[in-house]
């Protein structure tokens, strides 16, 4: 090289530091601030300063009912959601795994309950569950079913929910796998074939072992998002009725932004970050399992 | 494969069997904005009906839709075009210099529940008197694109040859002018996948607008909010608003359908 100056030399550095910084800036920083201020007694509506009160807030919020019903819920939530969204998903991604007219069509179609705005889908839905003028009461008439109170029910609410979640979510999946099954090599298809395999076989020994890590990185992506599910729960519900669909995303947004109880709130997100921590950190080991 | 014959019959059923419940709530949806109240409400639902335009009149002249989609897209295109501007050399040199640890770092920032930012976002912004202004919203939704555009760029880096920087480098240009001039004229699809995932994801966002924005700035997703906490919700100005706010990220699908498939699997595909 003729000319090698500073910039050229640390262009490393250089490049991603805007990045870097701004990341900082809008995440870290905030993020420390949520720890400190979890170990505060904080509520900007008493008007009391900051206190430093250690982890007085975690356990204030370990002995609230509500948050232990709003974690188990979270959970519910999530595994309800992503095993019927990881098996529909990747059924539907075998059924399309073939050349036909008009496949992208069928993924045009697939994509759009993927780019639709999440708090426009809920209300959708809220038409669709209302139980005088609902659609899906009407069916169920039709059919000479009991009719349902969906999201106004406290007992059906969590379903009705974790079904929106499984419509808007389920295409991601189908797509993740119908990518990661045109990526598969055809060689170990053709030698099963010469030795014979029937083709359940084939598809339990040979296809679903190599599109496992796929299928898994999608529930990872996935679970980590329905754990934080907000939009769509606080648009159809808000956490009710009562507190029969609260979960810890919603009732944190509900101590910060509602109740401005900032100590419990910042507690409970520290409890979400962990659960999040884990779900990623555990999925991941389970790939590399498989992987190996 | 050989298909079974069965299985050719059975085929176009299931094809029906995917489309139909996938479609329906679109549909469903488009037929109530141009629904009147009565009809709407109206037992058994009617899939006959006269159709009108006062929902979408409604929408557009009585609640100032225009300025919301205006205030979308202001805060959409910033975001995203600030988020490339920052991004695109860190993918570069995340790809470049295989620096997997700083791709992690901004990955984070996607993994975090976005609630945990917002709360001490709500009390700085409040005192440095950044509540519904531009700013505020602006920063916040880059710590939605940016992610995107590091994650789908540094991928797309990574296929880039490098002989081709190289040899342009032999005959003297610096490593910058072989990104600028050479590497990202070659990237321009994964730049659109980038893109426009990244717009549609600040399109939708509706917890931090939600928090920081209040009358001036208000974006799209709030308004169609608030219209539902009417006394008695008005579906028919519901629908429409949800037909208004949905139309422009299902537009660009429909024109980057390759790249927005491309940009939702890669992650997960190449791992």
Redesign the interface.
């Known amino acids: 090289?003729?000319?090698s100056?500073f910039?050229?030399r640390n262009?490393?550095y250089i490049?991603?530091l805007?990045?870097?910084f701004?990341?900082l800036l809008?995440?870290v920083?905030?993020?420390a601030?949520?720890l400190v201020?979890s170990f505060t007694d904080w509520a900007l509506t008493s008007g009391r300063p900051m206190k430093f009160v250690g982890f007085s807030s975690y356990l204030g919020v370990l002995k609230e009912p509500r948050f232990i019903d709003a974690f188990g819920r979270t959970f519910s939530f999530t595994i309800g959601a992503v095993v019927l969204e990881a098996v529909i998903g990747t059924v539907?991604a075998l059924?399309?795994n073939?050349e036909?007219v008009g496949k992208?069509g069928?993924?045009?179609?697939?994509?759009?309950?993927?780019?639709?705005?999440?708090?426009?889908?809920g209300?959708?839905?809220?038409?669709?569950y209302d139980p005088?003028?609902g659609?899906l009461n009407?069916c169920l008439?039709i059919l000479g079913l009991p009719q349902s109170g969906w999201v106004t029910d406290a007992s059906t609410v969590l379903p009705s929910l974790i079904m929106v979640d499984v419509?808007q979510w389920t295409?991601?999946i189908a797509?993740?796998v119908?990518?990661?099954l045109a990526?598969l090599s055809s060689e170990p298809?053709e030698s099963a074939r010469v030795d014979g395999a029937n083709?359940t076989q084939i598809f339990c020994f040979i296809t679903l072992p190599m599109i496992m890590?796929?299928i898994l990185?999608?529930v990872i992506?996935r679970a980590?998002d329905a754990?934080?599910t907000?939009?769509i729960i606080?648009?159809m519900t808000g956490g009710g009725p009562g507190y029969a669909s609260e979960t810890i995303?919603i009732m944190?947004?509900k101590y910060?932004?509602e109740y401005f109880d900032?100590g419990s709130?910042?507690a409970m997100?520290v409890f979400?970050?962990v659960l999040?921590l884990a779900a990623?950190l555990g999925v991941m080991r389970l790939?590399k399992r498989f992987e190996a | 494969m050989k298909q079974s014959p069965v299985f050719r019959i059975f085929f176009p059923i299931l094809l029906v069997l995917i489309i139909v419940p996938t479609l329906f709530p679109f549909l469903w949806m488009l037929l109530s904005s141009i629904k009147s109240q009565v009809d709407i409400i109206s037992w058994p639902p009617k899939f006959v009906f006269d159709p009108t335009m006062i929902n979408f009149y409604k929408v557009f002249r009585e609640q100032d839709f225009l300025k919301y989609l205006i205030n979308s897209s202001i805060v959409g295109v910033s975001s995203v075009a600030l988020s490339l501007l920052m991004g695109l050399p860190a993918a570069y040199s995340i790809a470049r210099f295989g620096q997997k640890r700083l791709a992690v770092f901004i990955l984070i920032a996607r993994l975090m529940p976005g609630i945990s930012f917002l709360m001490p976002w709500y009390i700085v912004f409040s005192r440095l008197g950044l509540m519904d202004s531009y700013t505020a919203l602006i920063l916040s939704h880059i710590l939605i694109a940016m992610p995107v555009v590091v994650w789908v760029m540094s991928a797309y880096f990574e296929g880039v040859p490098r002989e081709l920087e190289e040899s342009a480098m032999i005959d003297g240009a610096t490593q910058q002018f072989a990104f600028l001039r050479i590497v990202l004229p070659l990237s321009v699809p994964g730049v659109v996948t980038a893109t426009t995932l990244s717009f549609i994801f600040s399109w939708n966002n509706f917890m931090f607008s939600q928090v920081l924005s209040m009358e001036k700035t208000k974006t799209l997703p709030i308004a169609v909010y608030n219209f539902m906490s009417y006394a008695e919700v008005d579906w028919g100005g519901v629908m429409a608003a949800a037909v208004a706010i949905m139309a422009p990220a299902i537009v660009l699908t429909m024109i980057f359908q390759k790249y927005v498939v491309k940009g939702l699997t890669m992650g997960a595909v190449k791992g």
């Open positions: 090289m003729i000319k100056g910039f050229e262009l490393r490049f991603p805007p990045a870097l701004f990341v809008l995440m920083f905030p993020v601030y949520t201020i539907l059924v399309l073939r036909f992208n069928i993924k045009f179609i697939l994509l759009l309950p993927l780019v639709s705005t999440p708090v426009a889908i209300i959708v839905w809220n038409l669709f005088t003028i659609f009407y008439s419509w295409p991601m797509l993740i119908l990518a990661g990526g298809y083709s890590p796929t990185t999608a992506l980590i754990l934080k907000f939009d606080y648009a995303n944190a947004y910060s932004f900032l709130a910042s997100l979400l970050f999040v990623s790939r």
